[in-house]
C-alpha cells in the first residue's frame, strides 16, 4: 500500500509548485497568524540583542567566556554578514518549525492525502459558505446534502419524523421513539468521512438473522441512534451525539422531538393513516399531522432564523416535505425569516403519490396546504436529454407553468438532473445552482456590488 509520505514524494514538480502557491492564497487563514508569530519572534531577538550589546562592549581577551559569546555570536564576521546569516538561518527554522507544528495539529484529522494546504484551505471556506438550512426526509434531500458540504459546513438539515414503515417503524414502535431512518440518511450524507460512514450507517441486518433476530432487518445507524436515545434518554440529543460522533458537517435536527403521524384524504373522501400507506395512494386531496400540539424543536427555529437561504426539497411531495412543514410553528417561522426560500421541484414524478404531477400540481398542493406564500423561487428541471432508465414507472415533471405566470413564486429553471438518471437529480449541479441564487440575491442586497 502507498503511504502518504510516498505519494507526496512521487507528486510531479509542477504539482507541488501548485501545492506550495495554495499556502500563499488569500483565505487560508495562516499566514496572518504566521505573521504575529514572526513579529513576535523579532521583539524576542531584539530584547535578547539589547542584553547582549552591552555584554560584548565589555568583552575582554582573558575573559574565555566572552570569547566563546562572540564566536556565538559571529563577531568575526563583517556585521552586514553576520545579520544576513542570522536571518537566514531564523527564516529556516521559523517556517519549518511552524510547518511541522500544522503537521502535528492537523495529521489526526486527515482522511485521505490531499496536500495540508489544500485541506486547509477547503475547510476555511466552508467554514465561511452561506448559512443554509434544507428540509425535508428521504433520498432527494440527502443528494442536496451531499453536495452542499462540499461549498459550505454551516447547514441545517431540518428532517421529517413521520416515517412509520421498516427498521424506522419497528424501532418506532418497540421504543416509542421518533423514526430515525431520515436522519440516519441525512447524517450518511454530511458524515466527513462518507462514503465509508455511509455504508456502515446504511448497512442492514439481513431480514432473516436466525443468529439475532432482534437485528433482522434493522439499519446500523437506526439502531446507533436508537442506543444513544436510550443512554440520553432524550431523542433530540441523541442525534446531537451523532452529529458530533460522525463528525457531521454542519448539523441535522429532527423537525420535531416526537414521532408524527400522518393522515390523508383521498378524493374519494376515505382516509389512510400513516405514510407507509400514503406513498402508495392515488389521488391525494389533503394531508394533515398528529399529534396537534407538537412543537418544533428549538435548533429548527433558530437555523431558519439566521439562515442565508431556505431549501424545501427535493423529495416526496405528501410523505417527506409536508409532515415538517405542517408542524405548528413552522410555518411561522418560515414567514419570518429573511432568507430566500427555495422549493426544489422533483424532477420525477412518483408512482401513486404524484403520478401524473407536472410542476404546477406540486405548486397547487403547497397553495391547498397553505403553504404556496411560503416560496420565493421554485427551481426546475429543464434538461430533457438525460438518460430515461428501462421498466421505470416514474415519469420526468413536465415544467407545465410559464416563467412569469401570475400569482406563482419566480420559476428558476436550470439542469440540476443526473445525465444517466433522468429520475434523480445530481448534488453537484443542484448545489451550484442553489449557490447561484444566494450569490445573484447578495449582490442585489449589496449597494456597493450593484453599483
Not at 446504511?202 to 433476530?213: C, K, T, V
Not at 427555495?342 to 414524478?349: D, E, G, L, Y
Not at 434523480?424 to 440575491?441: C, G, M, P, S
Amino acid at each position: 500500500m502507498t503511504t502518504a509520505r510516498e505519494s507526496n514524494a512521487a507528486l510531479p514538480a509542477r504539482e507541488r509548485r501548485l501545492a506550495l502557491r495554495r499556502w500563499l492564497q488569500p483565505g487560508i487563514g495562516i499566514k496572518r497568524w504566521l505573521l504575529v508569530a514572526f513579529v513576535g519572534e523579532i521583539l524576542i531577538a531584539l530584547a535578547a540583542a539589547l542584553v547582549l550589546r552591552p555584554i560584548l562592549a565589555q568583552s575582554r581577551p582573558d575573559n574565555n567566556q566572552l570569547d566563546i559569546l562572540s564566536v556565538i555570536t559571529l563577531q568575526f564576521l563583517d556585521p552586514d554578514l553576520r545579520a544576513l546569516v542570522f536571518f537566514a538561518i531564523g527564516a529556516v527554522l521559523f517556517v519549518y518549525g511552524g510547518w511541522r507544528v500544522l503537521r502535528a495539529l492537523v495529521e489526526p484529522y486527515r482522511m485521505t492525502d490531499e496536500p495540508l494546504a489544500d485541506l486547509l484551505y477547503q475547510r476555511r471556506s466552508r467554514a465561511r459558505g452561506p448559512h443554509i438550512v434544507a428540509i425535508g426526509g428521504g433520498t432527494g434531500l440527502s443528494v442536496l446534502l451531499r453536495g452542499l458540504k462540499e461549498v459550505t459546513s454551516n447547514i441545517t438539515a431540518v428532517v421529517t419524523v413521520a416515517d412509520d414503515g421498516g427498521s424506522s417503524g419497528k424501532l418506532r414502535t418497540e421504543m416509542g421513539v421518533p423514526p430515525m431512518g431520515d436522519i440516519r440518511m441525512c447524517i450518511a450524507a454530511l458524515a466527513d468521512a462518507e462514503p465509508a460512514m455511509s455504508s456502515l450507517l446504511q448497512y442492514r441486518f439481513p431480514a432473516d438473522n436466525d443468529a439475532d433476530p432482534h437485528f433482522a432487518g434493522h439499519a446500523f445507524g437506526n439502531l446507533l441512534i436508537a442506543a444513544l436515545t436510550d443512554v440520553n434518554g432524550d431523542f433530540e440529543e441523541a442525534v446531537r451525539q451523532s452529529n458530533r460522533v460522525l463528525a457531521v458537517r454542519g448539523s441535522v435536527v429532527p423537525v420535531a422531538g416526537e414521532p408524527i403521524t400522518l393522515h390523508a384524504e383521498l378524493d374519494d373522501g376515505s382516509e389512510l393513516e400513516g405514510e407507509s400507506q400514503i406513498q402508495y395512494a392515488r389521488g391525494i386531496n389533503h394531508v394533515w399531522i398528529t399529534p396537534d400540539d407538537i412543537r418544533p424543536t428549538e435548533e429548527a427555529l433558530t437555523a431558519i432564523a439566521a439562515a442565508d437561504v431556505v431549501v424545501i426539497g427535493p423529495g416526496s411531495l405528501y410523505t417527506s416535505l409536508m409532515p415538517p412543514l405542517l408542524v405548528p410553528g413552522m410555518r411561522e417561522a418560515l414567514a419570518r425569516t429573511s432568507a430566500a426560500r427555495v422549493f426544489v421541484c422533483n424532477v420525477a414524478t412518483q408512482l401513486g403519490e404524484t403520478e401524473g404531477y407536472g410542476v404546477l400540481r406540486h405548486l397547487e398542493a403547497l397553495a391547498r396546504h397553505g403553504l404556496g406564500d411560503l416560496v420565493d423561487v421554485v427551481l426546475v428541471n429543464d434538461n430533457t436529454h438525460a438518460r430515461q432508465l428501462p421498466d421505470d414507472p416514474a415519469s420526468p415533471v413536465e415544467l407545465d407553468v410559464g416563467v412569469a405566470r401570475r400569482g406563482l413564486p419566480m420559476i428558476m429553471s436550470r439542469d440540476v438532473v443526473d445525465d444517466d438518471n433522468a429520475h434523480k437529480h445530481d448534488a453537484r449541479k443542484l448545489t451550484a445552482a442553489i449557490v447561484d441564487l444566494y450569490d445573484e440575491r447578495t449582490a442585489l442586497r449589496d449597494p456597493a456590488t450593484a453599483a
